[in-house]
Nanobody, 115 residues
């Protein structure tokens, strides 16, 4: 059974940095793309970043140049380095993977950016 467990969220001032981690189990991690999504209060969930099995990356326009997704296949872990955080980055951040046609989600980690 696929399990995704996020960590690293917290309270940070605007302009600061955080690094989120997502540990995966129950899947052949290195063969799958991994995604980070976020959901802000009152808004729809949106994809923030994706890293493919080959290491190619994609980002939402709103985070390009500020966020960096990476993966460590030896640790079955995907990371999201978030720099120059803005108030509008406040959200619950979810790790996600599409495995055998089913999308799996972690429980999320809350990131709160304060002024």
């Amino acid at each position: 059974q696929v399990q995704l467990v996020e960590s690293g969220g917290g309270l940070v001032q605007a302009g600061g940095s955080l690094r989120l981690s997502c540990a995966a189990s129950g899947m052949m991690f290195r063969f799958y793309s991994m995604d980070w999504y976020r959901q802000a209060p009152g808004k729809q969930r949106e994809m923030v970043a994706r890293i493919t099995s080959g290491g190619s990356t994609n980002y939402a326009d709103s985070v390009k140049g500020r966020f960096t997704i990476s993966r460590d296949n030896a640790k079955n872990t995907v990371y999201l380095q978030m720099d120059t955080l803005k108030l509008e980055d406040t959200a619950v951040y979810y790790c996600s993977a599409l495995v055998s046609g089913m999308r799996y989600w972690g429980e999320g980690t809350l990131v709160t950016v304060s002024s």
